[in-house]
């Protein structure tokens, strides 16, 4: 076998320091072990942990004037409960009179109707020269102011429009009411109705019925409430037509 070299042959013992040798001989002599450097290591050093502490409260001590006070109003506010917001209070109330039927109306509004309008007075009744009608209902005889407590009689096929029913005219600011009978308007096949225009019994009252008369049909409402506008002036009055 190959010797090792020399520079990794061990050292013999016997080369130890003289003092070295002593030293260890009195250790061992009186028991106790003795320590090696190298293996006794050193506890390690654990640092306190650092102590916890609140925030620290803002002083307006330390902070002048304007300042402070904002200071001091942003930590109020941080540390202020939220505030509890009342629901609000539902809406009530009354109608008021005449609510849907407009001008004044006190009531819900009638149902809309296009019509053809034509216009009769006594002259021109049956009997001629007479008052008289079919369906007294408000009146005993053909007349009328306007208004809805005393509507002025119309005529018309009772068969579209039953006696007693009301109508209001906006044209003329008057309510009118089916009282009589319209041979004419009986199976004309559009719905029509003749307006009452007085109880004259002059020629000229034609002139007038002319006048009032539209070119076209006209939106009436039947069944209208009480208090549309009103205009209680006569149709026709000593040969003096409302139109003219």
């Known amino acids: 076998m190959r010797p090792l070299p020399r520079s990794l042959r061990s050292a013999p013992a016997f080369r130890l320091g003289a003092p070295c040798l002593l030293l260890s001989l009195l250790l061992a002599a009186c028991g106790a072990p003795v320590p090696d450097a190298a293996l006794v290591a050193p506890a390690p050093t654990v640092a306190a942990p650092a102590p916890t502490t609140a925030p620290a409260v803002p002083s307006a001590d330390l902070v002048p004037g304007a300042a402070a006070n904002v200071l001091r109003s942003a930590y109020e506010a941080s540390t202020r409960p939220p505030a ?36 009769y007075a006594a002259y021109d009744n049956d009997p001629a020269g007479s008052t008289q009608i079919a369906y007294p209902s408000v009146h005993s005889e053909a007349g009328g102011t ?81 208090g549309r506008a009103v205009d209680t002036t006569p149709l026709y009055s000593n040969g003096r037509c409302i139109a003219g």
Do not use: H
Not at 89 to 106: E, H, I, L, Y
């Open 146 to 226: 306007g208004t809805f407590a005393d509507p002025v009689t119309m005529a018309s096929d009772a068969d579209q429009i039953a006696p007693g029913t009301r109508i209001y005219y906006p044209p003329l600011r008057k309510y009118f009411v089916m009282e009589d009978q319209c041979a004419s308007c009986l199976g004309s096949g559009s719905f029509w109705i003749d307006l009452y225009t007085g109880g004259a019994t002059d020629a000229g009252v034609e002139d007038c019925e002319a006048a009032l008369t539209p070119g076209g049909n006209v939106t009436i409402e039947i069944d209208p409430p009480a």
């Open 84 to 119: 509890t917001t009342a629901a609000p209070a539902p809406v009530t109330g009354t109608r008021s009179p005449g609510a849907g039927g407009g001008q004044g109306a006190t009531g819900p509004a009638g149902r809309s109707m296009s019509a053809k309008i034509t216009f």
